[in-house]
């Protein structure tokens, strides 16, 4: 028969990866993008900042703990670890430390609530620190697998450096100069794939990507940190459209993100 040959048969083929593909595509588009911050968000501190206070503490004090104010903030991150190395620290002393890093308050109960309710995020984290120390964190934590993926500075291994940092790119924005933006990383990766995005944060450098979000969306930003003092203090909410809750502990989260769920579709 006329109909099953090969020339049919892959039109056929084509027809159902093609719905396949649109269902793929519309589950995702259904979803919630929850976004986290890393540092003083999902744990209490800075990695770079304890690491730093912990092994090297002279270098820490001579900078009376500024160390965000170093331009440019990657090779800076080297020279730390560098600096470590010299002072015999070892890879598995980091990692050790690391495992010790605590959650913030309520964050375990926080990471339940959004496993039984899988199916309706995509959990990410965006980061300007390195995708070494936070998956070495998470993995300690059991928490690597709750997150789809980590957008956050190279980082691996080095026999020299410790641990050598690298860039992924996104540094051409005139605010978040000369870490990495958030908002470039959000327009490649994320930007109209989602049904609305939920981004919990504190930082200074989360105002960026904040300003962009738009009214269906919602910045959860920590009391009294950063951004807070950015939007309550020097006058940012005005560039704000996207709505805002403030967060002390994981458990305010957990409300916020119940009553988003009520009014989802
Ligand atoms: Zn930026």
């Given at each position: 028969m006329k109909f099953y040959n090969t020339k049919n048969i892959k039109k056929i083929k084509i027809y159902y990866i093609k719905i396949i593909y649109y269902k793929k595509n519309t589950k995702k588009m259904k979803k919630t993008l929850l976004l986290f911050d890393f540092d003083?968000?999902?744990?209490?501190?800075?990695v770079i900042h304890s690491l730093t206070l912990h092994f090297i503490p002279d270098l820490y004090n001579k900078m009376n703990g500024n160390?965000?104010?170093?331009?440019?903030?990657i090779p800076f991150n080297n020279e730390i670890f560098k600096e470590m190395k010299k002072n015999n620290v070892t890879i598995e002393q980091l990692k050790e430390k690391m495992g010790k890093f605590e959650l913030s308050q309520n964050f375990n109960e926080l990471f339940t609530f959004i496993k039984n309710n899988k199916e309706k995020y995509d959990v990410n984290i965006l980061s300007a620190g390195n995708k070494y120390c936070i998956i070495k964190i998470l993995e300690q934590k059991n928490l690597l697998s709750l997150f789809n993926n980590i957008y956050a500075d190279n980082g691996e291994e080095d026999e020299e450096n410790l641990i050598k940092v690298s860039s992924i790119g996104f540094l051409n924005c005139n605010y978040c100069n000369p870490a990495l933006c958030k908002s470039l990383v959000f327009d490649k990766?994320?930007?109209?794939?989602?049904k609305n995005v939920i981004f919990i944060c504190d930082g200074y450098n989360d105002f960026c990507l904040s300003k962009k979000l738009g009214k269906n969306d919602l910045i959860l930003v920590k009391k009294d940190h950063a951004l807070y003092k950015i939007l309550?203090?020097?006058?940012?909410?005005?560039e704000i459209k996207c709505k805002i809750s403030i967060w002390n502990n994981g458990l305010e989260i957990i409300k916020v993100l119940k009553e988003e769920l009520k009014y989802s579709v």
């Open positions: 003083k968000t999902i744990i209490q501190n800075d160390l965000y104010k170093v331009n440019p903030w990766y994320f930007k109209g794939k989602y309550y203090e020097k006058n940012g909410l005005k």
